[in-house]
């Protein structure tokens, strides 16, 4: 009875050293995994300069200028500063590992599928872990995993990154001169923003709404104002109708109308970007209510 008494106090102390362990364990496991190295100590507010490379492609240039992201090549225009910003995170991602980069060949670093350049500092993109999909990237003397959305961020298609709304954050609408287009012509019409925030039709005649104006209004702000796609324009010296936006600064910007059907396609003249819109909206922007018939 004794032995019996001693074995099952053996097993006892067996099954709690084992239990012991179990739950010590995982616990170090979760403490490795959570370790987590920053890839750079680059302060992304002072990023100026952004240039892509895939090999046997053209390199894709952007540079801030006056707080607003510029792309200068393959295309020139304004930035999509999301898009860009996407691609600037690189530099504060975090990784579960950090590796010596003294073998990059390993990683497929010896002959990246991309590099972004931050500045004057390199992210190189190498091949993908097996293990987890991530990425490794090469910054400094180290290497890193990081996920595959940087890379694909930066390996979209160059015009996706221009920026789709015709007009920048800071330009303020304050009026608008559609005498140039075909329903308008007879009647000059202008649109005047007063400092109340009503709407000043140029026509004499003409008895708007203040709330169907304000309205119609909405879809010109820069929030909506965003076409459907943007690329460079192809030189074309046939006449053709236009309108005119009237800024706060006082500047004036001209968009040539080349069709409204079946799509609307509009070509900003001073960065000469031609810009695509559906063809309901087209219809709706540039006939206002304005109160009379033209």
């Known amino acids: 009875m004794k032995s019996r008494w001693l074995l099952n106090l053996v097993l006892l102390v067996a099954v709690a050293g084992l239990a012991l362990f179990v739950y010590l364990r ?85 002959h990246p599928q991309l590099t972004v350049h931050l500045n004057d500092e390199a992210f190189s993109f190498g091949m993908y872990n097996p293990v987890g999909g991530e990425q490794f990237v090469g910054h400094g003397n180290a290497i890193y995993t990081v996920s595959n959305s940087f890379s694909q961020n ?66 010109w702000e820069w929030e909506h104002f965003q076409a459907t796609s943007v690329e460079p324009a192809q030189p074309d010296h046939s006449p053709h109708p236009f309108l005119i936006v009237k800024l706060k600064d006082g500047k004036k910007v001209k968009f040539i109308k080349l069709q409204e059907s079946p799509e609307l396609l509009l070509v900003r003249e001073d960065e000469q970007l031609e810009y695509h819109f559906p063809q309901d909206f087209g219809f709706t922007a540039l006939n206002p209510p304005a109160g009379f018939k033209p």
């Open 26 to 110: 995982p616990k170090t496991e979760v403490a490795v995994s959570q370790q987590s190295f920053q890839v750079s100590a680059i302060d992304i507010d002072k990023v100026t300069k952004v240039s892509i490379e895939v090999p046997a492609k053209k390199p894709v240039v952007f540079e801030r200028q006056h707080g607003q992201w510029m792309m200068l090549q393959p295309f020139q225009g304004r930035a999509n500063p999301v898009e860009v910003g996407s691609i600037i995170a690189v530099a504060i991602a975090s990784s579960s590992e950090k590796l010596p980069a003294d073998d990059p060949a390993k990683f497929g670093l010896d």
């Open 154 to 219: 930066a390996t979209i298609q160059p015009l996706e990154l221009l920026d789709k709304h015709p007009l920048a954050r800071d330009e303020t609408i304050v009026g608008f001169d559609f005498s140039a287009l075909e329903q308008w012509q007879s009647s000059h019409l202008n649109l005047d923003l007063q400092a109340d925030g009503a709407w000043k039709v140029s026509a004499a005649s003409a008895k708007p709404n203040q709330n169907d104006l304000k309205d119609w209004f909405e879809g």
